[in-house]
């Protein structure tokens, strides 16, 4: 197992039998004040509970997190991953094969995991570099996060992440109610029928042709007014030199104009990109690496739906992609 210090916290990779210990409790408590001279003058707040992490053998102090209301459900980061563990078993998945993959908070407010599925479960949407199916999984502890759990698609030559397209289940749940492993499975039995489905979807992608001037035209009107500017420069210099790029200030005309400094090569573009699923996976690389959990989660799953729609624009006669 190993430990990468990142920007927003440690991130783990390794055997998911190695996790579990790792991974802190939390508990509620009254959120109330205790006055240490007069008693008489202890009040407690009866709307609200104050979380807080619980100690453990690398780190003895108990530690606030979070103020709730009574109906909050808690649930527990450590209880999720392991339901997802349980999840994959039961369902009869080669468990031994499973790496997960997560990241956390500084407190773990906020926990984010993946399982990655077996090799029998990848495919090659055309271009020889493999996508790996994995189970995705966001929780927080402090009220300040939904629930998510989605499985997707994961590039082997970067890492770059795309969740399973608009039509596929997936879970987004308040923490009120019950909560238990079935939602799990369902997410992941849908995952696993979609797969068929998602591999004619990249295989029609990789084969859609992209002419330069349609695509200049998307990225500086359809791509800028759904992303911003920003993102847009990003995904027309990868797309076009495979180099991601700041933009420099006070730079102007379109994106495809702005005035850039290269700050880091692609792996796995090949450039100028010729087709819809290279275009997708220059998307896939800026949402991936968004440092916030839930926001990555949701540009990923922008994806499939802003790659389906370019040819169906109202204008789509003169800026068909084929």
Avoid at 84 to 90: D, K, L, N, S
Avoid at 181 to 189: A, E, F, M, R
Avoid at 256 to 285: H, M
Wanted: aromatic letters at 12%.
């Amino acid at each position: 197992m190993s430990e990468i210090k990142v920007p927003y916290g440690p991130v783990y990779n390794g055997a998911c039998n190695d996790a579990l210990h790792i991974i802190p409790e939390f508990d509620r408590i009254p959120f109330r004040y205790e006055s240490m001279d007069n008693p008489a003058l202890t009040g407690e707040n009866k709307k609200f509970d104050l979380i807080i992490k619980k100690p453990t053998e690398w780190d003895r102090k108990t530690i606030p997190i979070g103020i709730v209301s009574k109906q909050y459900a808690l649930i527990q980061h450590r209880d999720l991953f392991r339901m997802a563990i349980h999840a994959v078993h039961e369902m009869k998945i080669d468990f031994d094969n499973i790496v997960h993959y997560f990241e956390y908070s500084p407190n773990w407010e906020t926990f984010f995991f993946s399982l990655k599925f077996p090799k029998q479960f990848t495919i090659d949407p055309g271009d020889g570099h493999l996508l790996e199916l994995q189970l995705i999984c966001f929780n927080s502890v402090d009220k300040s996060k939904n629930l998510m759990i989605e499985m997707g698609w994961f590039r082997q030559v970067c890492a770059n992440g795309l969740v399973i397209g608009d039509k596929m289940f997936s879970m987004r749940k308040k923490h009120i109610g019950d909560f238990n492993i079935l939602h799990v499975k369902d997410v992941i039995q849908h995952g696993l029928d979609r797969i068929e489905p998602e591999k004619i979807m990249f295989n029609k992608w990789y084969q859609a042709k992209i002419n330069e001037e349609q695509f200049e035209y998307w990225v500086n009107h359809d791509l800028k007014k759904a992303w911003g500017v920003k993102p847009a420069v990003r995904t027309y210099h990868i797309c076009q030199r495979g180099m991601d790029v700041i933009m420099k200030p006070f730079s102007q005309g379109e994106p495809t104009e702005k005035d850039t400094q290269d700050i880091l090569k692609v792996p796995g573009i090949n450039v100028p990109v010729k087709n819809v699923y290279a275009v997708s996976q220059a998307l896939s690389w800026i949402a991936t690496r968004k440092r916030d959990f839930a926001d990555r989660l949701a540009w990923q799953k922008m994806i499939p739906g802003m790659i389906e729609s370019f040819n169906c624009s109202s204008n789509s006669e003169t800026r068909s992609w084929i």
